[in-house]
């Protein structure tokens, strides 16, 4: 099955400051890639996410760029700011008939003020 | 539209004792997806239903089982709890449009402690 892996678990930057969280999918066929930020006690929200057939997609501060053939894609956010602190979970469509996302283990992040 | 709800919050039990969970979609969603989150193995996929059909089901044994209904609400039932089945369960629902792979919306969860 798909095997996603996120990198680095946590991260810290000061209130500015750009951020960068890694993800690496192991299934060539997966073709949808969904970041979510979930808050402390909160609900996992969708922030941004892209297909396989777009190598970059941004929205704002946030950004995500898709490498097919290294199979890995990154989150970036710039000019962090304190209410950007919470859990980011990449993730990655099974294939191309399921419906089954699979999940990094996930980055905290901290933005320090 | 309001959004996907879940009851209950929270639930305690303990160990060998049933539990059933129930989801409701947001209006007009046919898909509803169940996923276990702990600290140690993240987010982890359950299994999803569209049209009162099971469409995938993730490692998890038998003793974890789904349903939806005709109105889209799904539940979920954990048979024997044990102590390593304290988690959140979050279900989330997603619309079916022209089979390409949606956004899916999550519920606040329920929490379960079993002890």
């Known amino acids: 099955g798909e095997n996603v892996e996120q990198h680095p678990s946590t991260l810290s930057v000061q209130e500015g400051d750009s951020a960068v969280i890694k993800c690496t999918y192991s299934?060539?066929?997966?073709?949808?890639f969904p970041w979510y930020k979930q808050e402390l006690g909160k609900r996992p929200q969708l922030i941004i996410d892209i297909r396989s057939n777009v190598g970059e997609k941004k929205d704002q501060r946030i950004a995500v760029t898709l490498n097919k053939t290294a199979k890995h894609f990154s989150l970036h956010i710039t000019e962090t700011q304190p209410e950007d602190s919470a859990v980011y979970f990449c993730?990655?469509?099974?294939?191309?008939?399921?419906?089954?996302?699979?999940f990094g283990s996930g980055t905290q992040l901290t933005v320090l003020p | 539209k309001a959004g996907v709800t879940q009851t209950p919050r929270y639930l305690i039990k303990t160990r060998g004792q049933q539990v059933t969970l129930s989801c409701s979609p947001i209006s007009g969603h046919r898909s509803v997806s169940w996923y276990q989150q702990t600290p140690g193995q993240g987010l982890q996929f359950l299994f999803e239903?569209?049209?009162?059909?099971?469409?995938n089901k993730g490692n998890f044994p038998g003793r974890f089982s789904g349903r939806q209904f005709s109105n889209s609400r799904s539940e979920m039932n954990v048979s024997t709890l044990e102590l390593g089945d304290s988690a959140l369960y979050l279900c989330?629902?997603?619309?079916?449009?022209?089979?390409?792979?949606?956004?899916?919306?999550f519920g606040p969860g329920t929490r379960l402690t079993v002890l």
């Open positions: 989330a629902s997603s619309p079916e449009t022209g089979g390409a792979w949606n956004e899916q919306f």
């Open positions: 299934d060539s066929a997966s073709n949808y």
């Open positions: 993730a990655a469509i099974y294939s191309g008939s399921a419906r089954q996302l699979t």
């Open positions: 239903y569209f049209s009162e059909t099971q469409r």
